[in-house]
């Protein structure tokens, strides 16, 4: 298996170095799984965009062709698909720009409460959106 190819996605460079330059008392193993599960604690981060995480997460929750694309149209309106967008004027942030939200959350959990603050507050996403355009914040 190549170093570059290990559990499916692109390992970067510096990892691969690493690895390879592992001092002779770590690692004695020739397994390259075994290797990058003893230098890398934790879950590997998600590698897809932002969009694609988000439009995965309003999948599970039935929120597909024209929620989706009511979803998708907030979000760009919002942060332009950016997950460190961050408003000048207020405490908003992320891709949903919740207000006071901690700009080291993750993608993952930007999805999950913007997803929720949507349900809870508005039902849909298209019932957000219809919100959004009269008064040009949701």
């Not at 230098?39 to 995480?53: F, H, N, Q, T, Y």
């Not at 599970?60 to 309106?77: E, F, N, V, Y």
């Not at 999805?111 to 959004?132: K, M």
Request: hydrophobic content about 40%.
């Amino acid at each position: 298996m190549k170093p570059n190819t290990l559990l499916g996605g692109a390992v970067p460079a510096l990892l691969a170095l690493t690895l390879v330059s592992a001092p002779a008392g770590g690692l004695e193993t020739t397994n390259d799984a075994a290797v990058v599960v003893g230098v890398i604690e934790g879950p590997l981060p998600d590698r897809r965009s932002p969009r694609a995480i988000v439009r995965e997460r309003a999948s599970r929750s039935g929120w597909k062709g024209a929620q989706w694309r009511c979803l998708d149209a907030i979000i760009h309106k919002e942060s332009r698909w950016n997950p460190r967008a961050a408003n000048t004027h207020s405490s908003a942030r992320g891709l949903f720009q919740m207000l006071k939200q901690d700009p080291a959350l993750s993608v993952e959990e930007q999805t999950e409460r913007g997803l929720r603050y949507v349900r809870e507050r508005y039902g849909s996403p298209c019932q957000a959106l219809r919100f959004h355009v009269a008064h040009g914040w949701y």
